[in-house]
């Protein structure tokens, strides 16, 4: 027998602008937290963190996104990583990928994530 695993909202599909990213804060006192991008009804999540040196990846809240919001841009040392699947196609940590989070969006219009992701 199959058991549903935890989830929770991370937020409504409309709080994250379409074409654009959004990021959320990890539990209080965590360095990381999470970020999504949004294609349409479709959303990626993924561990703000770039796997080079663990930074966060985002200069001011909420911009990942480089300036023609085609790739996942690491403000640190300036990596990019493919939107669909968080791998990244240049700079130095070339080949390796994002953290992705499970995230699926709800007949309600919410984000749904892992209950412990970013925590």
Same mark, same amino acid.
């Not at 006192?29 to 949004?38: D, W």
């Not at 990942?64 to 791998?87: N, P, V, W």
């Given at each position: 027998?199959?058991?549903?695993?935890?989830?929770?909202?991370?937020?409504?599909?409309?709080?994250?602008?379409? =074409? =654009?990213?959004?990021?959320?804060?990890?539990?209080?006192?965590?360095?990381?937290?999470? *970020?999504?991008?949004?294609?349409?009804?479709?959303?990626?999540?993924?561990?703000?963190?770039?796997?080079?040196?663990g930074?966060?990846?985002?200069?001011?809240?909420?911009? *990942? /996104?480089?300036?023609?919001?085609?790739?996942? /841009?690491?403000?640190?040392?300036?990596?990019?990583?493919?939107?669909?699947?968080?791998?990244c196609?240049? =700079?130095?940590?070339? =080949?390796?990928? /994002?953290?992705?989070?499970?995230?699926?969006?709800?007949?309600?219009?919410?984000?749904?994530?892992?209950?412990?992701?970013?925590?």
């Open positions: 027998m199959r058991t549903e695993a935890a989830e929770r909202v991370l937020c409504a599909l409309d709080d994250i602008p379409d =074409g =654009g990213s959004k990021g959320f804060s990890g539990a209080p006192g965590a360095f990381m937290g999470l *970020f999504a991008v949004r294609r349409g009804p479709r959303v990626w999540v993924y561990v703000n963190s770039c796997p080079h040196i930074v966060p990846l985002d200069p001011v809240p909420d911009r *990942f /996104l480089d300036a023609k919001k085609q790739m996942i /841009l690491c403000s640190t040392h300036g990596a990019r990583f493919r939107i669909e699947d968080g791998f196609t240049s =700079g130095p940590c070339y =080949g390796e990928s /994002l953290e992705a989070v499970p995230a699926r969006v709800d007949d309600q219009g919410r984000v749904l994530v892992p209950e412990d992701a970013g925590l």
